[in-house]
């Protein structure tokens, strides 16, 4: 377990601006950060981090918190997890109050597989470096391709001996359980239940999570045998999800932001070429067809996407149709064709940093033109062939959202293609009507019914009531959050705050919402222990719900501009000119509220009690929570709003 003092060094240390840019490409708008939703999939920006509060809100999902909340809901990690992720970040050394080796697994299953990988990383690293075998067979591979002693370490490049159960025998024999070598991939179980090494005698290529740690491999053979696959990958896991993972970006992410651009390759080896040459915004697919968790991944960082290709025309033509799901998430994509024979990863290594740059700068293409040129070539002068080109590239612009955009296209196609610009504007206006169609029917047919008439009387109203009931509450949080820690500063109250004051007022008042109550008792329990808890206190909270709740109440998607009252001469109100009515309106409100729901619970109880002497006394007390809600209702109507 962490220490407190540790996790506050962490606290302290983290820049939320800085943990979420590593995710998420940020840009300034007045006080806050904004950009588009890791979590949801939209085109204008509803994620907001304030590095005042130091918390992010994301208005798509819901969802909201400090950086270690950000961290548990987009790399799935636990809460030790995030604070050490925080901690390697900033360079803190972790205190624990029980040790804990780091080469046995934890209980969660999640963190049991990350454990296994991470060793697994370790050991095909060493194996490389330290053994005779690993040398002569891995290295040797290694330092042919040109890479460095540091390329290799820093993608943790590895080496699996050519044994059967080199790396699983070890592997058990440290404690590590057959359950995660096998579910990892790391190890396959043979007919009789043993288990073997998946990657024997391979190079190793680790493959990062976006935070950076191993979540699977990729092993190519060296042998010259065709029966053996030219490379083994890792099984899909509760870790890895190809579809959702791109080869090098943990090391691109932060190039590419820098320069607003990611280059797309197709193989390991690429991206490690390309970046030691200095290039380091760099990822690949990994082999597989680009997907639209990979290309959401890319346009977090960045709208601009540049495709090197290697010579394989036919290659590019199979992987063209693909290339329209990145249009249609609003990314810009130029495509580069490199000479025949050659591949990012020869071609770096031929002419060097410079001319690669050079070469790319001079030879990049818009993805639409490129395609247009690609097409009417194949096509020639057959005129059947050239009308499927001419409908296939109003197809791919008909996917780009931007119409500004899409026109432009449309222009210089419709030069390319040597047709009216008005027919081809004809034929994607169809494109999109017909697209229009297809979504509408979709979203009506999973639309929800219509609601009820509002003199029917259904069942909703008590829900309306609940959530009615529970905004009281909530407004209590909200104004211990913002105002507990102020002095009192009217009817002559002196030497008080105002978040005791609300907490002594409530003593006799019940909370129903659960985090609302939880709250309260966290708060009641800081300031009977001398402490005036602060919002920052329950934004870094162990417990999730606590942590939604603030997020959620300390957060709004809109604020007035500084120039406002200049341009509209409008004012708008505000709660902290009359405090006293703001805090003591809240307090009261609830407080009629809660003595409403007594009321009505001793109406119904009256109804339904037959005996005279228990009508009596429920009588009695019906009539002095009666005396008790005028009482409230005068004091609200006599001083808090006057």
């Keep these: 377990m962490i220490t407190k003092p540790t996790i506050d060094r962490i606290m302290e240390a983290t820049d939320i601006v800085e943990v979420i840019g590593d995710f998420v490409q940020l840009k300034k708008r007045g006080a806050n950060y904004v950009g588009l939703s890791p979590f949801a999939n939209e085109r204008t920006p509803s994620f907001t981090v304030s590095p005042v509060k130091g918390i992010f809100k994301d208005f798509s999902s819901g969802k909201g918190g400090s950086a270690v909340t950000f961290l548990m809901e987009l ?57 005779e075998e690993g040398k002569n067979i891995g290295l040797s591979y290694f330092k042919e391709r040109g890479f460095s002693k540091e390329t290799i370490n820093k993608f943790e490049l590895g080496y699996s001996p050519d044994q059967w159960e080199a790396f699983t025998g070890q592997a058990i024999k440290e404690g590590y359980k057959q359950e995660f070598l096998e579910e990892s991939g790391l190890s396959v179980k043979r007919d009789n239940g043993s288990l073997y090494d998946r990657y024997r005698g391979r190079v190793m290529f680790p493959i990062h999570s976006f935070s950076g740690r191993v979540i699977a491999f990729g092993g190519r053979t060296l042998k010259s045998d065709k029966n053996v696959p030219k490379y083994v990958n890792s099984p899909e896991s509760e870790i890895y999800h190809k579809s959702s993972v791109l080869y090098g970006l943990y090391f691109a992410k932060k190039a590419i932001r820098e320069e607003d651009n990611c280059y797309l390759v197709e193989g390991y080896a690429d991206v490690i070429s390309v970046h030691q040459a200095g290039i380091e915004n760099v990822v690949a697919s990994s082999g597989t067809s680009l997907t639209v968790e990979q290309i959401r991944l890319m346009g977090r960082l960045t709208k601009n996407i540049t495709i090197l290709y290697d010579g394989d025309a036919a290659g590019i033509k199979a992987s063209l149709r693909g290339l329209d799901l990145i249009l249609e998430e609003g990314l810009n994509v130029k495509v580069v064709l490199f000479p025949d024979g050659h591949d990012p990863d020869s071609y770096v290594r031929q002419v060097g940093t410079s001319a690669f740059k050079k070469y790319i700068e001079d030879t990049k293409k818009d993805f639409i033109l490129y395609k247009t040129d690609l097409l009417l070539k194949d096509a020639g002068n057959d005129p059947i062939k050239k009308s499927e080109v001419i409908r296939e590239i109003v197809e791919s612009v008909a996917k780009i959202p931007d119409s500004i955009k899409a026109s432009v296209f449309i222009k210089e196609c419709s030069y390319i293609l040597q047709i009216d610009e008005r027919a081809l504007l004809s034929e994607l206006n169809k494109m999109r009507a017909a697209k229009a169609r297809k979504d509408s029917q979709q979203s009506s047919s999973y639309s929800k019914p219509e609601q009820p008439p509002e003199d029917i009387n259904w069942d909703e109203p008590a829900e309306q009531k609940s959530k009615d009931d529970d905004s009281q509450e909530k407004e209590i949080i909200r104004l211990l959050l913002m105002y507990g820690n102020r002095m009192i500063d009217w009817d002559g109250i002196a030497n008080t705050y105002i978040g005791p004051f609300m907490i002594a007022e409530l003593s006799d008042v019940e909370f129903d919402h659960p985090a609302s109550k939880a709250f309260v008792e966290i708060y009641r329990k800081e300031v009977e222990n001398g402490v005036l808890p602060d919002e920052q206190h329950f934004i870094h909270y162990p417990d999730k719900d606590i942590v939604d ?21 409008i004012l708008v109100p505000d709660e902290q000119v009359n405090m006293k009515a703001t805090i003591l309106g809240a307090i009261f409100h609830l407080k009629k509220q809660k003595v409403g729901k007594i009321l009505e619970s001793l109406r119904k109880e009256l109804q339904t009690t037959t005996a005279e002497a228990d009508q009596e006394i429920l009588l009695s007390q019906y009539m002095h929570m009666k005396k008790v809600e005028k009482t409230i209702s005068d004091y609200l109507g006599s001083v808090i709003l006057k």
């Design 75 to 131: 790399e799935k990690f636990t809460y030790p997890e995030a604070l050490r992720w925080l901690a390697k970040k900033y360079s803190i050394e972790i205190e624990e109050t029980v040790e804990s080796p780091e080469n046995r697994e934890a209980d969660n299953h999640r963190e049991s597989l990350m454990i296994v990988t991470g060793y697994a990383a370790k050991f095909f690293h060493e194996s490389l470096l330290d053994t």
């Design 549 to 569: 709740l603030t997020v959620n109440l300390i957060s709004t998607k809109y604020t007035l501009s500084e120039n406002w009252y200049e341009m509209h001469r």
